[in-house]
């Protein structure tokens, strides 16, 4: 046996392993993390410079198959077999082209979407399975809704001679989508975009995100409460995850909690789904309503905006605040030192929207944070706030 060959066989059975050492479900989080890292590197040190480009350049393409899939429903129509299914089985299913569904088939695969079990025959698999979830379309959509700022950035960079300030109002969003309003504006006016939005900030974030309300001493914070007390106020809530997550820890009995967001997420909320949840419509650059609640809740929410637009949102809030009050500010950092592709990859999105984000380090934002309190009359650091990191 050549000498290639030998290490061929050996890197097959070393990849074999992968599968039963670190399945998806593995206990340790970190672990897993680690080992897609070191993986992800010698992925890397297989490439050559062209396949690294090839991959690269047309790495936009994998997303709009991901999202025509989603959009025609064939990660539904092979979730709900659980056998496998033939191309012309699929599109005669979706009432769809045979052509069609037979390359967007090739390129799921090609993609581990799905798997090809024997020549036309395909079966779901776990990431199958996971794009039938609205969460996900919704993750799916949002970036495809997203790309117009993306292709433009290079262009509105250039022509800002690369020295541009945070500002929803004037960003690559604007030129890309050709509009006059920021994001969330053109969000409102635009059911499909709000609701792919929306339901992709109902995203679990992490594996830890069940034991969301163990990250912070809640208890000890909402200790003595009664029922008249206002526990929690989820600023930007969304579609109330979080809340429901606090309220699911702390019954009707021990406070109120609050979700508050834009009319076009409140009214998206479905009936029933926030059992013993207030929701309420509420505007951050208005006087907050919510006086002395015991926590404000910020989460994914401060990092969208410039700095003095969330001076002037942080400025509500402290007024509204009474000293039992706290403000947790529950975002994920970039670190310099060895950052996470997503991290970088959500930083630049940052810029094109014209958000901060959160291509900073920790001890930067740390000082963001002082810089906040020293911006805003009533500082918040006499009321402690906390700044709660993960990935996000
Ligand atoms: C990135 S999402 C985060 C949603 C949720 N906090 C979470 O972590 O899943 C930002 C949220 O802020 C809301 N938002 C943006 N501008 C707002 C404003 N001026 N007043 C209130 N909410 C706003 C958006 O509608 C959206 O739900």
Redesign the pocket.
């Given at each position: 046996m050549s000498t290639t060959e030998e290490w061929v066989q050996e890197f097959e059975a070393l990849c074999a392993r992968v599968s039963t050492l670190f399945h998806s479900e593995i206990d340790d989080e970190n672990v897993r993390i680690r080992a897609l890292r070191l993986a992800e590197k010698a992925v890397h040190q297989l490439h050559t410079p062209m396949t690294f480009a090839e991959a690269q350049t047309w790495a936009p393409l994998e997303l709009f198959g991901a999202g025509v899939a989603c959009e025609m429903g064939i990660f539904d129509v092979l979730s709900k077999h659980s056998g496998s299914l033939s191309t012309a089985d699929i599109a005669k299913e979706l009432n769809a082209d045979k052509a069609l569904v037979a390359r967007i088939m090739r390129l799921l695969d090609a993609h581990f979407m799905v798997d090809q079990i024997s020549l036309g025959q395909y079966s779901a698999n776990a990431i199958t399975r996971d794009y039938v979830q609205p969460y996900r379309k919704g993750n799916v959509m949002t970036q495809v809704g997203l790309m117009p700022s993306y292709f433009a950035l290079p262009t509105w960079l250039r022509e800002n001679d690369y020295n541009v300030l945070p500002d929803a109002k004037h960003c690559a969003w604007q030129v890309g989508a050709n509009t006059s309003k920021t994001f969330?504006e053109s969000m409102s006016e635009d059911p499909r975009l709000g609701k792919y939005f929306n339901d992709y900030?109902t995203l679990p974030r992490t594996t830890q995100e069940e034991d969301f309300v163990s990250f912070y001493p809640f208890e000890t914070v909402f200790s003595n409460s009664n029922a008249d007390d206002i526990l929690f106020v989820d600023?930007?809530?969304?579609l109330g995850?979080?809340a429901m997550r606090v309220r699911n820890a702390f019954p009707r009995s021990r406070g109120r909690i609050i979700l508050?967001?834009?009319p076009q997420?409140t009214s998206k909320i479905a009936a029933n789904s926030l059992p013993d949840v207030e929701i309420m419509d509420?505007?951050?650059?208005d006087p907050q309503p919510v006086k002395g609640a015991r926590v404000y809740y910020l989460?994914?929410?401060l990092h969208?905006h410039a700095d003095h637009v969330s001076v002037q949102y942080l400025s509500q809030f402290a007024a509204a605040m009474s000293p039992e009050s706290r403000l947790l500010i529950h975002e994920a950092l970039a670190s310099d030192l060895n950052p996470t592709k997503n991290v970088t990859r959500f930083d630049l999105k940052g810029i094109t929207g014209g958000g901060r984000a959160r291509g900073i380090s920790d001890n930067k934002y740390a000082e963001r944070l002082v810089y906040y309190g020293s911006q805003i009359k009533e500082s918040l650091e006499r009321y402690g706030f906390w700044l709660l990191i993960t990935d996000l």
């Open positions: 969330w900030m600023i930007g809530g969304g995850h979080q508050q967001d834009l997420v509420h505007d951050m650059a989460r994914g929410v969208n």
